[in-house]
């Protein structure tokens, strides 16, 4: 049995069919449900993923996306995205592994992918190849492709003290005009987020950049006094 088929079988053995149809409504989701929730989901991941070993990227990429492109049900896919998180894996997040998210972005083209992928696996990619992803990034931010320039605002979400400012604010400016929710809702997420380490600085942002929009601004400043 592959990888793939042991974690439908899985899945299918703990679902609950009940659930699916309002799961699939509230992702407004084209892709079926089978009705795992996320704890359950997790869990299911990382009994299945506990002992797995990867002797090189290009086998662990093959198992990522064999899953994620088999998938039939969206839970599959969020298998998919938990395997590219292994701990196991940590050593391939390298700039070569980039397209392999990029069209797990391209083509999944929704936040609950995008979002995990983004916030959670584009960082350590920085960290460990810099130039070329801060690269890839930038020209990520002016892409046709919304999910993409998404994906550029968020990709420090989880930074902290060490977010490249200027990084963070060249991958903000050039969606600064636009009316699309997800990037608004982006570039406030991103900024509220560097708001936990320096308010002042966001808060300065902020006030110099009145062309944010309402909503921006909004989720920019939630928690700063």
């Excluded at 701990?87 to 929704?110: K, T």
């Excluded at 190849?129 to 550029?152: E, I």
């Excluded at 400016?173 to 900024?191: D, H, N, V, Y």
Aim: charged share 25%; proline share 4%; glycine share 4%.
């Amino acid at each position: 049995m592959s990888l793939a088929e042991m974690i439908h079988a899985r899945l299918a053995a703990a679902a609950d069919p009940s659930r699916a149809p309002g799961m699939q409504a509230y992702m407004k989701s084209a892709m079926p449900y089978l009705g795992v929730s996320a704890v359950p989901l997790r869990q299911i991941c990382k009994t299945i993923f506990a002992d797995l070993r990867f002797e090189t990227a290009g086998h662990w990429q093959a198992e990522v996306l064999a899953i994620w492109r088999g998938a039939r049900f969206r839970e599959e896919r969020y298998a998919a995205v938990e395997l590219s998180g292994l701990r196991a894996a940590r050593a391939f997040q390298r700039f070569d592994v980039l397209p392999m998210y990029e069209e797990m972005i391209v083509s999944g083209a929704w936040w609950d992918y995008v979002d995990a992928i983004a916030a959670h696996r584009l960082l350590p990619i920085l960290r460990n190849d810099g130039a070329a992803m801060r690269q890839a990034m930038l020209a990520w931010a002016v892409d046709a492709n919304m999910w993409k320039r998404r994906s550029a605002i968020l990709c420090q979400l989880d930074a902290k003290a060490q977010i490249d400012l200027e990084l963070l604010y060249a991958c903000i400016a050039p969606s600064l005009g636009s009316k699309e929710f997800f990037l608004r809702k982006a570039i406030g997420w991103a900024l509220r987020h560097h708001a936990r380490i320096d308010p002042v600085e966001v808060a300065r942002y902020v006030d110099e950049h009145p062309e944010l929009s309402n909503l921006s601004r909004r989720e920019a400043l939630k928690h700063i006094a």
